[in-house]
């Protein structure tokens, strides 16, 4: 489901520019994947409730975006959240899964990294999915 995700960002032109990607590089990671030099860049993960139903899945989405300036990484996290958070409808839909809840939570967190001055925004999203396939 990350992956689907993933690829959804990767697709938006207007995130694509903020992140100043190009070609061969989206900018935007799974966690634990050390993204060198480039900046800004986004990381994703998700944590999953453990539900055993084979179709269904829910769980929170953590995007955190890195950027040297605070108004950079505010116009990323802000572009990112207006592409996910939507309710009721299917935000992301691919041959594996179709996301058919998105919606922004409380949690998140504004910083600035010490050692690399880096501001650091990351943002909740509940996400609700079902699975085209058993398992």
Do not use: W
């Amino acid at each position: 489901m990350i992956a689907d995700i993933k690829a959804f960002l990767e697709a938006d032109a207007t995130l694509a520019a903020l992140l100043f990607a190009g070609t061969g590089n989206t900018k935007i990671y799974y966690i634990g994947t050390n993204p060198g030099e480039t900046t800004p860049y986004v990381q994703l993960s998700y944590s999953t409730d453990g539900t055993a139903d084979d179709l269904l899945d829910e769980g929170i989405l953590t995007i955190s975006v890195f950027c040297e300036t605070y108004e950079g990484a505010k116009e990323i996290v802000d572009r990112i959240t207006e592409i996910l958070d939507v309710q009721d409808g299917a935000v992301v839909a691919s041959s594996r899964n179709r996301i058919f809840y998105a919606k922004k939570i409380g949690g998140g967190s504004d910083t600035q990294e010490e050692d690399t001055q880096l501001f650091h925004m990351a943002r909740l999203l509940h996400v609700k999915y079902k699975r085209n396939t058993g398992g």
